[in-house]
């Protein structure tokens, strides 16, 4: 399975070919070395600009060292190590099932390990699919697949431009969303029937503010001990199960 394109030509034909929606597997982001001031890396901007993806500006060494001695002629594309679905395909699997939906919304999350954790455990409590934001979050790359464990092929993610938007999207079409977060309600006290949206925040900051107040309810675990946090994954883990027995799994 590819995981990045470089060069010039591949990597510029790999936009093009989004853009005529014909690429499988979606570009997460396009690594750009400094100093890189060719037409040909103009053009690819350019294109990145008009699809929305996101360029990021990267050593010339460490191209090198991604591109393992490869020509890159400065310029690197990360591709998704699955593709994407539209929110619209959760709810069909869900209806499938003859269930309501079950959705995990991950809210900026940039620790591959932890995205490719929950999806695991996501799956395995019986989740119909987990909704990604495009910027400043981490993608379905190459470490999330592996530590998914193969859960990726059973778990479609949707990936959104404004997750506050998909919420409020989420909310209209009956879905309630509980945010983990610090100071909310016990997790295990909560009632989580109906259709649910589980809301996790990224690693350092948690959830925002606007995202915040998107939740219906926030949830929150007990924490007896001295440190005042758990890592994402442990957490949304925790939050998946108890779910997923009050939905009689």
Same mark, same amino acid.
Request: contains cysteine.
């Given at each position: 399975? +590819?995981?990045?394109? #470089?060069?010039?030509?591949?990597?510029?034909?790999?936009?093009?070919?989004?853009?005529?929606?014909?690429?499988?597997?979606?570009?997460?982001?396009?690594?750009?070395?400094?100093?890189? &001031?060719?037409?040909?890396?103009?053009?690819? /901007?350019?294109?990145?600009?008009?699809?929305?993806?996101?360029?990021? +500006?990267?050593?010339?060494?460490?191209?090198?060292?991604?591109?393992?001695?490869?020509?890159?002629?400065? &310029?690197?594309?990360?591709?998704?190590?699955?593709?994407? &679905?539209?929110?619209?395909?959760? #709810?069909? /699997?869900? +209806?499938?099932?003859?269930?309501?939906? #079950?959705?995990? &919304?991950?809210?900026?999350?940039?620790?591959?390990?932890?995205?490719?954790?929950?999806?695991?455990?996501?799956?395995?409590?019986?989740?119909?699919?987990?909704?990604?934001?495009?910027?400043?979050?981490?993608?379905?790359?190459?470490?999330?697949?592996?530590?998914?464990?193969?859960?990726?092929?059973?778990?479609?993610?949707? /990936?959104?431009?404004?997750?506050?938007?998909?919420?409020?999207?989420?909310?209209?079409?009956?879905?309630?969303?509980?945010?983990?977060?610090?100071?909310?309600?016990?997790?295990?006290?909560?009632?989580?029937?109906?259709?649910?949206?589980?809301?996790?925040?990224?690693?350092?900051?948690?959830?925002?503010?606007?995202?915040?107040?998107?939740?219906? #309810?926030?949830?929150?675990?007990?924490?007896?001990?001295?440190?005042?946090?758990?890592?994402?994954?442990?957490?949304?883990?925790?939050?998946?199960?108890?779910?997923?027995? +009050?939905?009689?799994?």
């Amino acid at each position: 399975m +590819q995981e990045l394109l #470089f060069g010039v030509q591949p990597v510029r034909e790999a936009l093009k070919a989004e853009a005529a929606s014909k690429a499988g597997r979606p570009i997460d982001c396009v690594l750009v070395a400094s100093g890189a &001031v060719s037409p040909g890396v103009g053009a690819i /901007r350019e294109l990145c600009r008009e699809l929305s993806i996101p360029v990021k +500006q990267s050593d010339a060494k460490k191209l090198d060292l991604l591109c393992e001695g490869g020509n890159h002629q400065g &310029v690197a594309a990360m591709v998704a190590a699955a593709a994407y &679905v539209t929110t619209d395909m959760l #709810f069909e /699997r869900a +209806q499938e099932r003859e269930e309501p939906p #079950f959705l995990v &919304v991950c809210a900026g999350l940039e620790d591959p390990h932890n995205l490719g954790a929950i999806a695991r455990t996501a799956e395995a409590a019986g989740a119909h699919g987990m909704i990604v934001p495009e910027r400043r979050s981490v993608g379905l790359t190459a470490a999330v697949a592996k530590t998914a464990a193969g859960a990726l092929e059973y778990l479609p993610v949707a /990936r959104v431009k404004n997750i506050a938007v998909c919420m409020e999207e989420l909310k209209e079409r009956g879905v309630w969303l509980y945010g983990a977060e610090m100071g909310g309600a016990a997790y295990d006290k909560t009632d989580y029937s109906g259709a649910v949206g589980l809301v996790i925040g990224a690693e350092a900051k948690g959830l925002g503010q606007l995202i915040k107040s998107r939740c219906d #309810f926030l949830v929150s675990l007990p924490m007896r001990g001295k440190i005042e946090s758990l890592n994402a994954s442990v957490a949304a883990g925790i939050l998946l199960y108890e779910i997923a027995k +009050q939905r009689g799994g």
